[in-house]
């Protein structure tokens, strides 16, 4: 059985939700888990392009004729990204030509949360050290990883030699399969397990045995000890 899943996205931001799923995959999900999983990274994928020449996007018809004409008469650049529907768009604006790297760089990182870690992938059209130069600006305590690759011709070709794209979702790496587990409760029999001490071991021995983390203990009375785990 085959399943199509509509990335909503382009480029290197549609090869990070195949990336993704094919992780899940690996991490032991069912089909129908890897299906929810890739769609739920979707919405969390973010993909944005600086062009190198507005004429490539308008010939490719990604950007209107009159766009660029404002955009050169005004000396603004566009930049794409991929909006809710999954569409190439206008997502944004740079003021001035110049220094476009360095605006696009702070652009990309004034869209990234301090709260959350990110994975990145730079994708460069014939531009090979300003995508490295990119990616080492979009470096930071909160990128779990980066990549640098070149552009494939379906989104370069709008773009045009110096094209350079960045994709980055908030990274949630997958949990093998038997970590999946919210809650399990183990009863212990206090004729067994008169001593809490003995009975908090056993529960000890019942996770190292299921091989998952102890989240949380809690004695409820001398009947029953609840153990909760990852």
């Not at 009159?66 to 604006?93: C, E």
């Not at 476009?100 to 949360?113: G, H, T, V």
């Not at 110096?162 to 029999?189: C, I, K, N, S, T």
Request: with cysteine.
């Amino acid at each position: 059985k085959v399943t199509v899943i509509d990335s909503m996205n382009a480029s290197v931001g549609q090869g990070l939700v195949a990336m993704y799923a094919a992780e899940c995959a690996q991490a032991g999900y069912d089909a129908a888990r890897v299906i929810e999983a890739a769609r739920a990274i979707r919405p969390k994928t973010r993909t944005f392009g600086l062009v190198g020449s507005l004429e490539y996007a308008v010939r490719g018809g990604r950007v209107p004729r009159w766009v660029k004409n404002v955009a050169d008469r005004l000396q603004l650049m566009p930049i794409l990204h991929n909006d809710r529907k999954g569409r190439v768009t206008a997502g944004g604006v740079l003021f001035g030509r110049n220094h476009l790297r360095e605006k696009f760089a702070r652009f990309i990182r004034r869209r990234m949360r301090d709260d959350c870690t990110y994975r990145i992938l730079v994708g460069h059209a014939n531009c090979e050290a300003d995508g490295r130069w990119l990616l080492e600006r979009l470096s930071g305590a909160n990128l779990a990883w980066g990549r640098l690759l070149p552009l494939g011709s379906a989104l370069g070709v709008h773009g045009g030699p110096g094209m350079l794209v960045v994709a980055l979702p908030e990274h949630d790496r997958p949990r093998a399969a038997h970590d999946q587990r919210v809650a399990r409760f183990v009863r212990l029999d206090h004729r067994d397990d008169r001593h809490p001490g003995h009975a908090h071991h056993r529960a000890d021995q019942l996770a190292q045995l299921g091989r998952v983390g102890v989240r949380q203990i809690k004695r409820l009375d001398d009947l029953v000890v609840v153990l909760r785990v990852l």
